[in-house]
């Protein structure tokens, strides 16, 4: 089992910059695949970026295209989601989940991610 802990979450001023952190213990990080959700109060929890287990496959929602980036360093276990020109819009919770994973296949769906950190806040005022 792996427990994850996102960090990095803040106030920031809309097109500002933020980098988030999602911080693996238990086991090593090095064989599960990593994604990104959000969920702003009210709305549903949506996918935002994702990473193979292997950092050969990425995906991004449409909305955050070109502004945002996922990355990984398996030696610290830990995987990064850099923020750039952040929008209002982009106010949320932000949840970091990981899935056991042999495939280069980047998971985007809720139900194919097993362990879920608790989220950091993401703020961004206009």
């Known amino acids: 089992q792996v427990q994850l802990a996102e960090s990095g979450g803040g106030l920031v001023q809309a097109g500002g910059s933020l980098r988030l952190s999602c911080a693996a213990s238990?086991?090593?990080?090095?064989?599960?695949?990593v994604g990104w959700f959000r969920q702003a109060p009210g709305e549903e929890r949506e996918f935002v970026a994702g990473?193979?287990?292997?950092?050969?496959?990425?995906r991004y929602a449409d909305s955050v295209k070109g502004r945002f980036t996922i990355s990984r360093d398996n030696a610290k276990n830990t995987v990064y989601l850099r923020m750039n020109s952040l929008k209002p819009e982009d106010t949320a919770v932000y949840y970091c989940?990981?899935?056991?994973?042999?495939?280069?296949?980047?998971?985007?769906?809720?139900?194919?991610?097993?362990?879920w950190g608790h989220g950091t806040q993401v703020t961004v005022s206009s």
């Open positions: 989940a990981a899935s056991p994973s042999s495939s280069w296949y980047v998971y985007f769906e809720i139900y194919e991610y097993d362990y």
């Open positions: 238990g086991r090593t990080f090095s064989y599960y695949a």
């Open positions: 990473i193979s287990w292997n950092d050969v496959s990425t």
